[in-house]
């Protein structure tokens, strides 16, 4: 699955046309779910009209073979022989970390990931398993939350999780040249995050935020911002603390 998912990763870093939608919500007992798309309808329409017939089955078909229900890490570690941990935690994170693919008229949509349930000792669990094994998660997952509290650090607001996926492909000069070139390659990112109980205040204030409603608030990037030290924010703060009732 690494394989697959790498190559995917690799191969969205050449034309402007794929989108990155997450939603996380937090729950009273603490725990978080989360779930990422990725679409890429236009990268694929535009990556096959621009494939020579005679390639194009050797070029996508393994994408094609991803499932297209919610399937374990674990479960596709197994069906592809190529499970290389007997760590408890580890397979416990596995099982519960899934992927699909998505599919529009029997042509490939896009991609989504989905964590269940995570407390905090999965999260801390599942940094030790991304610093092998590379997955294109929200950095804002690793956000403070205790039931009650959101202590979100604006330092998560990047792409590390994308970079690190390439760079495990690529030569230090050809990731840094990406690196530095990943405003031009995306139409949109942003991250939503719900609450299960209202929102009783929020403290600090950045440009990319705002709030939806009693229970959520809005995350959208600014792409160029990320990567032009130039490009100054009227509101910036570290921290942003979000106290639900």
Known sequence: ?????????????????????????????????????????????????????????????????????WTSMYDLAKQEGKLKTENPDSIRIMKKVFMKSMKEEQKLAGFSFKMDHFTAEDYQVLKNFTKTEKIPLDQNIYNHWDGKTLTINTDNFNLKSIEEAIKTKSSKEESEKIAGMMVMFFKKIGTTIKFESPIKSISGKHDWVKQIDDHSIRIDYDLKAIYDQDTKLKNADKKIIIVTE
Not at 7 to 14: A, R, V
Not at 38 to 57: G, V
Request: hydrophobic share 40%.
């Open 1 to 69: 699955m690494k394989k697959t998912i790498i190559l995917f990763l690799i191969s969205l870093f050449t034309l402007q046309s794929c989108s990155v939608n997450s939603e996380i919500v937090y729950h009273k007992d603490a725990a978080s779910s989360s779930i990422t798309d990725i679409d890429t309808r236009e990268f694929m329409s535009e990556m096959m009209a621009m494939t020579p017939d005679s390639l194009k089955q050797k070029e996508f078909s393994e994408m094609d073979k991803l499932p297209t229900a």
